[in-house]
């Protein structure tokens, strides 16, 4: 029996964890019953997850196998957790062999991982055809993996290729329901929804369980609201409870707190709350469920949610301005890389969140209302905006995703994506130092440098050394002075590496503080060579602060002078030491350095003449001194840049290439 | 392969005198050396050219960050070149029945195809960051590891049964104690797992692995003539090893392939040898080291490698542990780099270095 004959087409859905991995699934499978007949369907979860209420509410038959997360990259702790996707593997084999699918469709969420493993399994005996989709912009671990197995990876981002380790990717676009995708017009939605036409409308939601800190970021920003000009209409979703967080009554507890402007009437409607300011420019209404979402994300002009990959997708497809508040702490911050993504592109504004006092994510209120207000009041911008969201949307999603499904079966090439669209910093989640070299190169109020700026905080109180360790970077490249006094404690408690990097951090601050001359002579003193050249840097970086201070121009000296010092520390010590002294002094210390078996502390010290002469008058005398200095010099070399001439010549001819476009 | 020739011959009454040159192992070895060189000194460039329109690239195909000082972008798994150039020239000049070359060709030619894969992988991710990950790399090359290990202490070993799991030190003239199959099959996967990184990490500058390599292949294919022959064995007081004389033609034939590569792997480099080469030498070199049960000597044959991975391993495991660096950069090669010794030179000292360990090591055949 050949499970792939026509109109015999057995199909199995898996994935999930959340409701984001769960709903594309559901929309694909949609597409495909439009497009094709499907014999069965069946969805393969975990058990306790998203899937167990979504998936019954339809009528796909569930099972469930055993999985587990394989976050920890300690060994001994992923044993167990193996053993679980092992397990699970066997159980996946037998499900899969009984119900023989002819499409396995994998939407990523842990519990994908010993389904697609056992489809890879059963491949040369079933011949089912593995499909992932992935919605994110960086995909998730498991995806990563997945897609070795896998003939199609689905995507929803033109620069998610270049993260998936195959290149079967297919850019397919977002399956967003098909109500989002309606041409209807702002005016029409407003009529249908009773909205009034002149007002500008906002539209507030943090997905269907509510989010708390957008929740309660509204309640706290209303009432700054009173002086803003514009007639405004809000719309808040807040969600329905769930346990741990009760959407519904945090909020219009909060709302009747006194949140709203004085004299504001606020009364029960329907299902939720209304008010409307004395002055009547704000209309408030609170639900706990907006139904037809589509229909007033038309009406809105401005949006406030979360970026998950199906909120972003929806208001793409849609196409309206928006302020994001990416989730927090999601697994490999995908949430934040959505919305910087659409944010790069003008599609939307971020505003991030970051973990409060009382230990709750929040939000800046004072940058959100800011930002809210500029918005509100500049309707071009929101056109724009809007503009970008929606042509950044792809909409032929549906014929795609039919097309890959059908070539599939039916044998046929598929057309992989060939170029990569290059995202803007590919590299920057791997090292630490490059992305120091790019935050440092960013506008002070770029939307990486806010990003990184909260997770900075985040790194700082970590645990483990090796994260407080990229705190320390980030302090330095983010060039938080304000940070100095946690540095200083960080310096005298922390292991050889962070001791360095408070040092190294300390060079990018660019305006000196009175706590540097402290550290720096404590760094000057450290056990670790490399604390103490680095220590020299910062000491070279704010020698104009520290000239006149003896104790530190003596201990840049004595790093100079001292016999068995590192080559490393003398070499940025004899770069150093001209800032500090007259040259003539200069001369006597190094001048047995001339012929030193190490090259590049001879380089060392000529550079630093050269700096020295380049700050102060050459007087004819001066000029004599140096000439008879240098008159005596080894400059044999045991090193060299490499100069390879054809590469020469080939850039030549490529940039002379370049130029005429 | 001519051998079966040369027999097939004889048998059909056609015998000139040369055939008997066939019977003696030092011709056989410097003509696979020959071959392997010659074979690559003709179609190196081809096999090059080949990798590179096959995209087997350095990080960095993109022309547009093209750079004049440094080498992104060269063809790299060049080390099926090596692979390549060994197999034809064995295949001409061994005896392929011989279990001592069987399993020497095998294990060459498994690491080799790991060392692919991991090449392909970068490649492909466009970052050297994103090979196969440890975790698999280690499992694939346990895969081998763990049954060459029960194989060796199985009767099927070559090597006479009584020598199986002595342990041998070098300048001792007779075996130190009997370490037990358990232990010494441990023992066996743990140093077969060094030596073979211990070569991989190696790789960093052009022509490092490949001179070391050479001196480390001739040490052991030295000690393989050796153990192979009834007389010298004797003379030596080392036990004789029907067949071992095998291994010093495979060994010749990487030793000429290896030179054969070098032409073209010196600095400045036209061809790396990724993981491909590396693996593939360091497996060989594993095997080697363990049919002639000279495994104990390869800090002195192959005393650079050791030194590198030494030093790679004081560095992170030790430097983590207390939060600091301890050398200023590792392996050792980088470290050198890094005080201001060009590449070249870097490398021609190491070779010296490695000369002098290798010199050590043949010391040991007679100083015992």
Redesign the interface.
Known sequence: MNARDRGNLRILLTGGGTGGHVYPLLSILQIIRRHRAVAEVLFVGAKGKAEETIVPRTDIPLRFVRCAPLSSLQPWRMIPALWQIFCGTLQAMGILWRFRPGIVLAAGGYVSAPVTFAAFLLRPLLGCRLIIDEQNVVPGLMNKVASLFAEVVMVSFPETPSYI???RCVYTGYPVRPEFMAEIDQKTARRQLGLPQERRVVLVYGGSMGSRSINRLLMDVLPQLAGLDVPLTIIHSCGLSVHGYHAWEDTTARLQDGRLPEGTALQKADSGWRAVTPDDRIHYRLEPYLHGLADYLRAADLVVCRAGAGSLAELMAVGRAAIVIPKRKLPGDHQEHNAINLAENGGCEVVFEYEGVDGFDTVDVAEFSRLFRELLQAPERLATMAGRAYARFNRKFEPRIAGVVQHLLNGQGIEYESSLVEPKRL?LQ?QTDQLVRFLLGEPPDGLYRRFYRIKMDEYLRAAH?ATVNKGIKLAGALQRVDKIKDLRRLFQS?????R?NVMQALVHFNRYHPVMAELIMAGLGDS???VRAAALQVAAAYADSLRHDVPVRDAVIARCTRRRE???VRITGVRTLPQFIDLPEYFRIVGPLRFAR???LR?AVLEGIRAALSRQPMSDELKKEVRRFISEFLVTT????????I??S??DL?RHL?NGE | MIDILVTILQESGVDFGFFRLLDFITFRVLLTAMTALIFLLIFGHRIIVELYQKRMRDTGSDFAALDMRNKRGTPTAGGIMIIFAVFISVFLWGKLGNPYLQVILFSFLYFGLIGWFDDAQKVRMKSSLFGLSQLAKTVLQLLFIVPYAIWFISPFNPVPAIHHTEVWLPFVKHPLFDAGPILFGAFIIFVFFSILNAVNITDGLDGLVTGPSILAVAAYGIFAYILGNTVLSGYFLFPYFAGCGELSVFAGGLVGALFGFLWYNAYPAEVFMGDTGSLAIGGALAVMAFQTRQEMLFPLAGGMFVVMIFSSLVQEKIGMRLGRRILIRAPIHHSLRYRGIAEPKVVTRLWIISTLMMLVALLSIKLR
């Open positions: 380790w195959n290149n590299e791997k050394w922390g292991n050889g590496f962070m360095r670790y060579f490399e590192h080559f490393d190490n090259v590049l380089k045991s090193d060299f840049e490499p100069s390879f001439s590469r020469q080939y850039v490529y370049s």
